[in-house]
T-cell receptor, first 113, second 112 residues
């Protein structure tokens, strides 16, 4: 199995630009999670989906952040407009069943200048 | 509020020097505790899930144990390749789904 796939692996952009992060979960998994990791705050859950439906977005920091899951094989996390404080590593994870083990992707390292 | 606290923040060991990492948690109705390993520049890699006090799980040089208030990750005769950040996480209380609260992690460095 290929595992969770994320793209791009690195993104450098300027403040005010739109950023789109992509994730392909493990085939057959019905839960998808987006996390953000920073030195100050550690690993934080932003939003999660069950069967492509957003269930809880209480961790999304601001309206500038949005996430979609148009089908079982693809999800996006969009930041518009981006700000320097959004610089972090963003991880996507998936699981089969909400209480089961979450498998993480390699992450997208975002730098907003 | 659910809390997960890991200690120490950083641990330096000599190869072969056994030690333990701690994960203390406060959550209503524990429904599992997860241990992950994270290498620099990579995503967390699953190690163990523990569900009830007294449960133990082993994998190579690692053994995880669980009590009602904390979990330990014991590392026996570590090797340099065991160097990584070790994270623990618990599902948030009151939820039926995998909303995990992560600790800040313990950075383990094993010197040859």
């Amino acid at each position: 199995d290929a595992g969770v796939i994320q793209s791009p692996r690195h993104e450098v952009t300027e403040m005010g630009q739109e950023v789109t992060l992509r994730c392909k979960p493990i085939s057959g998994h019905d839960y998808l999670f987006w996390y953000r990791q920073t030195m100050m705050r550690g690993l934080e859950l932003l939003i999660y989906f069950n069967n492509n439906v957003p269930i809880d977005d209480s961790g999304m920091p601001e309206d500038r952040f949005s996430a979609k899951m148009p089908n079982a094989s693809f999800s996006t996390l969009k930041i518009q407009p981006s700000e320097p404080r959004d610089s972090a590593v963003y991880f996507c994870a998936s699981s089969f069943g909400g209480m089961e083990t979450q498998y993480f992707g390699p992450g997208t390292r975002l730098l907003v200048l | 509020e659910d809390q997960v606290t890991q200690s120490p923040e950083a641990l330096r060991l000599q190869e072969g020097e056994s030690s333990s990492l701690n994960c203390s948690y406060t959550v209503s109705g524990l429904r599992g505790l997860f241990w992950y390993r994270q290498d620099p520049g990579k995503g967390p890699e699953f190690l163990f899930t523990l569900y009830s006090a007294g449960e133990e799980k082993e994998k190579e040089r690692l053994k995880a144990t669980l009590t009602k208030k904390e979990s330990f990750l014991h590392i026996t005769a570590p090797k340099p390749e065991d160097s990584a950040t070790y994270l623990c996480a618990v599902p948030r209380g009151g939820t039926s789904y995998g909303k995990l609260t992560f600790g800040q992690g313990t950075i383990l460095t094993v010197h040859p």
